[in-house]
């Protein structure tokens, strides 16, 4: 198996973390994604369509919060 590549045990680790302890470690430790993630619901299971997406300025998207497109 590569080295980039995790092994079976090591992947089923990592998929085993819920989205919401991501985002709620996100908000804990960025004013950026604090803001950003202010209207995610908290205290229930998530889903990727439950967070904003998030672009870059000038790629024609949503900018996300406090962000100025060029």
């Known amino acids: 198996m590569s080295r980039l590549t995790p092994s079976p045990d090591r992947k089923a680790d990592h998929e085993r ?15 950026y994604y604090r803001d950003l993630y202010a209207e995610v619901p908290t205290g229930r299971t ?20 406090g962000t100025t497109a060029s």
């Open 17 to 31: 973390i819920p989205l919401a302890e991501l985002v709620e470690f996100a908000r804990r430790n960025s004013p």
């Open 46 to 65: 998530l889903r990727l369509e439950d967070l904003p997406v998030i672009t870059t300025p000038g790629s024609g998207r949503p900018t996300p919060p």
